[in-house]
Structures are given as C-alpha cells and as structure tokens.
C-alpha cells in the first residue's frame, strides 16, 4: 500500500503545534494545555485523506535520558516527513533553539514552510524578524489555531505541492471495514508502550519507568495474515481520585474513547502486581462497551527467577512455577470472565508477543459469529427444561422463543412473558449454556428480554 505524504510539526514547546493539528483536523486529537510540554509522543492525524500530519513533542535542551528520547522521535520525524511545519510564537523573537530547528529542517532538503502561530493576540511582530531563519517569505505564514485564520492557506499550500508533484500524491486508502484496531488498556507503567512498540516494530511511542509518560493515543498499522490491523496504545488509568487536574484527565478521556473506537482491548496486567481493583473495573469497561477483551500479562520475563507465591494456602508449592500461581491468581479475581484468553508476554525477550495477532483474529472472527434461530431455540429448551425459571407466587415467567439481532458484539432477544421476573443468576445460565456450544472466545455477549403482548 502505497503511504500518503507526511507533514511535520516541529518547533519549541508551547508553540501550539498540538493546537494547529487538532485545527486542520476539525477534531481534538492531540491534548492541548498551557502547560509546556504536553505533547510527549508523535500524534498522528489525516487530513482530508491527502497527507499524514504529526505533531511532535516541543523541542528543548535534553537534560535527562526522557528529553532525549523525545529528541530522537524529533529527528526522525525530520527524516521521515515529505514536507515540514517549523512552529513558532509569531509575538516571540525566536532564539538559538529556534534558528536550530529551522536549520536542521532546512538541511534536511525538504520544503520547509514557516508557521508563525497566534496571530490572533495581535502583537505579532513583522515577517521581517523572522528573515534570518532562511524560510522564503512565500513559505512564511501567519496563522491563529484558535480562529482558524491562515490555517487553511497553510494547507492549500501543501496541497499545491502535492499537485505539483514535489512531494508523493495521496494513496489508496484500505477499506475501513477490513482494519481491525486493537486498543492497549492499563494502568500506569504496566508495558503498554513496550508492547506497542513491538507489536509495531518501530519505536513510536516513548518508553519510560516513569508513570504517566504516554498521554496521547498512539497508532500504528502492521498486516498480518491478509488483514490490516489498527494498534491503539493509550495512557495509563489511575484511580479517578488519583487522576491529576488538568492534563491526566484529558488522557482518561482519550482512553476512554479509545475503547469505544477499538474493535478489541487488551487488558495489560502486571505480572509483577497481579491484584488490582482497578484492572477489574477497566474489564468491566470494556465488556458494557461490547468489545472484545484479551488478557495481556506483561513483564513475564521478571517471573522467571521468582519464587512461587501461594496465594491460596496451598501447601505443596513444590512442582509448580510462579507463572502457574499467577494464572490462579487472574482465574480468581476476574472469575467473572471466564471466557477471556490470558496469554503471558514479554517485551524484553518477544515472548508470546505475535500470539496476540492470532488470538486477536479469533476474536474478531468469535464477535461476527451468527448463530442459528433453530439452533438458539433448542439450546433455550434445554436450558429451561434444567432449570425452570422461578416466579413470584403465582406468576411465572415463560420464555418462548429467542433470536439473534446482531453481531459486534452478539446480541440476541429473548421473547415470551413476564419476563421482568427473570432473576439475574438464570439469565447468566442462559449465558453459560449458549458458550457451551458456541465459546464466542473473548467477547462478550448482551441479551434483551421483552414480553410479547
């Protein structure tokens, strides 16, 4: 598949590169703040189906391993991007950091346009200021994030380019029915950006010990066994009571939304802290948003030279492995979800890894199942002949017939009367009796019940 042109911003931080995409995209895609620095990783967006605009961390003086990770991702950004967007505070005189940038951009021999943001605030100074950059005045433009002003020019601009063949055309995209995105749902430093990175085989997102280092969502396509997959790494969840003010809940919703958007979630899960309250409500998100679920133990690697931990009072710990105690552990505290596939992974050492893609396909494939009226109805029989419903003195509820309306996630609808009697434990047998034929692996299945009058 042939890719479509990408488009950089670079410049210092708080320049409002992250404002200027989310503008050309008519979406908030990238988080925007006062504060400085907001934007940590590549947030990547199409726009109008002609060329890929990334937003890149603002460049500063690299005063950690942190800084100059994000360093790095700049500079191949630069090297990757077909045409490049130096940023700047058009009321600011720019500095030796600014005429940094746009030297490295312009060495780079790639059409170099200069954006001079917040025009708006009316204290701009003079084109003239800005001449010493070595950006042509043709290639120089004033533009407000905030009111739009010059923001189309600056793409009308690069759609001229396109035309004129200075950089690649726009290419085909893949149908979007055929992509299948895969969201990676976690706490804060659990190795979703480790995974992500190996999963993509690039390192596009940063990978830091330090909690809370990704806050946008990240994507990246891979292709594996004729499909194209959609990977989604998004920002740790703590506690909400944790949740900083600010930035942190900006991220939370960005997750939140990711798994709505995602086909399936993995549920990454610490081997080194196994028990959490806040994995099982980020599973239970998941499952009342109808998605597919599979459980990701990360950081197997740490496990092999650990003792088994008993966590049930067994006494003969003897032929068993910390890995066997682990999945005893999971099977105990998301007993809820029986029908989730726990794979055990690393990072590190690539274990495991590439079976996400296989389990992901079954998955997908488990979530589009249809399962036959006949079929539905003899199982429906089955189980009321095990177990009658029960009732309230003399009213009984009688469930008649069931089908089944839709897929992505399987929904299926249960007919009859008085039906608002059912108790909750029945409609789970029910559950139970259609996975015994059909496992629908991974995904969850809803059920409505309605009386026919």
């Not at 979703?192 to 596009?204: E, I, M, P, R, Y």
Request: hydrophobic share 40%.
């Amino acid at each position: 598949m042939k890719k479509l042109p990408i488009v950089a911003l670079i410049g210092q931080t708080n320049a409002g590169k992250s404002s200027i995409l989310n503008r050309m995209a008519r979406k908030n895609i990238a988080i925007v703040a006062r504060e400085e620095g907001t934007t940590r990783d590549n947030v990547v967006a199409t726009i109008d189906d002609k060329f890929v605009l990334v937003d890149t961390a603002g460049l500063k003086d690299p005063t950690d391993d942190f800084e100059a990770s994000i360093q790095e991702q700049i500079a191949d950004a630069i090297d990757t991007a077909d045409v490049i967007l130096v940023t700047l505070d058009s009321a600011k005189y720019f500095d030796h950091r600014d005429k940094k940038i746009a030297k490295d951009a312009l060495k780079s021999g790639k059409p170099v346009f200069l954006v001079l943001n917040k025009c708006d605030l009316g204290d701009s100074l003079p084109i003239t200021e800005f001449r010493a950059l070595g950006v042509a005045p043709e290639n120089t433009f004033y533009v407000s994030a905030t009111t739009g002003q010059g923001v189309n020019q600056v793409k009308t601009a690069i759609f001229k380019l396109l035309g004129q063949g200075v950089v690649s055309g726009p290419a085909s995209k893949p149908s979007l029915d055929n992509i299948l995105k895969i969201a990676l749902i976690g706490r804060p430093n659990v190795g979703k950006s480790s995974l992500f990175n190996t999963l993509g085989k690039k390192q596009q997102a940063i990978v830091s010990s330090r909690q809370g280092t990704t806050r946008d969502v990240n994507r990246v396509q891979v292709r594996y066994k004729g499909r194209n997959l959609e990977i989604l790494d998004t920002a740790g969840l703590r506690k909400p009571g944790k949740r900083e003010v600010g930035i942190e809940k900006f991220s939370a919703i960005r997750t939140l939304a990711a798994i709505e958007e995602a086909d399936i979630c993995c549920l990454l899960v610490d081997a080194t802290e196994p028990h959490s309250k806040l994995d099982q409500a980020l599973a239970g998100q998941i499952v009342d948003a109808g998605k597919g679920i599979i459980m990701v133990v990360t950081k197997a690697d740490l496990l092999e030279n650990s003792a088994p931990t008993n966590y049930f009072g067994e006494e003969n710990i003897k032929n068993r492995t910390a890995a066997d105690f682990l999945i005893d552990a999971l099977e105990h505290d998301f007993d809820f979800l029986p029908y989730v596939p726990v794979v055990i992974t690393s990072s590190a050492t690539g274990l495991n890894v590439t079976q996400l893609f296989e389990l992901a396909l079954q998955v997908d494939t488990a979530r589009r199942t249809e399962v036959k009226t006949s079929e539905l109805n003899k199982i429906l029989s089955e189980a009321i002949l095990a177990h009658t419903p029960a009732g309230l003195k003399n009213t009984r509820p009688k469930p008649k017939y069931i089908v089944q309306t839709d897929v992505c996630p399987p929904w299926f609808v249960v007919h009859g009367h008085d039906l608002e009697l059912l108790h909750w434990s029945w409609k789970r047998f029910l559950e139970r009796k259609i996975r015994e034929k059909y496992p629908f692996v991974g995904t969850p299945i809803k059920f409505s019940f309605r009386n026919d009058k």
